[in-house]
C-alpha cells in the first residue's frame, strides 16, 4: 500500500515505523504480554494471581502491560463492586486467538532449547575477533 505523507497507514509492512501492524507486533512480541495471555489461557486471575504466576515481573510492569492490552482490546478488566474491591482480568476474544501461535512459539522453543543453548555455549567460548566496522552492509 503506497501512502503520501501525513496519510494514515492503515495496511501495509510492519518494516515501516508508521505502520499499525507494526505496534500490534511490538505488543504481542513483548515477552511480559507473551507470558500475561499464557498466564490468562485458564481463566481470569486478579493482580496479584497474575505476579505470583509470573516470576520475575515487576507490579509497575505487570500494571503497564495490561493497560497495553486493555488498551488493544486484547484483555478485559473487569471491576467487581465489593468490599474490598475485587478486580479481574481476562483474554478477549482477540487475545484468546493469540493462543495457538503464542502454543506455537513455547513449543518452538522447547523443542530447539538445547540446540540454542549449544550454539550459545559454543559462541560464548570461540575466539571471537575483534570488530573492525560496525556497518553490517557489507
Not at 15 to 23: F, G, I, L, N, S
Request: hydrophobic residues 35%; proline residues 6%.
Amino acid at each position: 500500500m503506497v501512502t503520501t505523507q501525513g496519510e494514515p497507514v492503515l495496511h501495509g509492512s510492519p518494516y515501516r515505523a508508521d505502520c499499525p501492524t507494526r505496534h500490534i507486533l511490538d505488543r504481542i512480541g513483548d515477552r511480559w504480554t507473551v507470558l500475561i495471555v499464557g498466564a490468562l489461557w485458564d481463566g481470569s486471575a486478579r493482580f496479584s494471581e497474575l505476579r505470583r504466576r509470573i516470576e520475575g515481573i515487576s507490579q509497575k510492569m505487570l500494571t503497564q502491560t495490561l493497560r497495553g492490552l486493555e488498551r488493544d482490546g486484547l484483555v478485559s478488566r473487569t471491576v467487581h463492586p465489593e468490599v474490598p474491591v475485587r478486580v479481574e482480568y481476562a483474554l478477549t476474544e482477540a487475545g484468546s486467538s493469540l493462543r495457538e501461535p503464542l502454543s506455537a512459539l513455547q513449543e518452538w522453543a522447547i523443542a530447539h532449547l538445547g540446540q540454542v543453548s549449544a550454539s550459545q555455549e559454543d559462541y560464548d567460548h570461540a575466539d571471537q575477533p575483534p570488530a573492525t566496522s560496525t556497518n553490517h552492509d557489507t
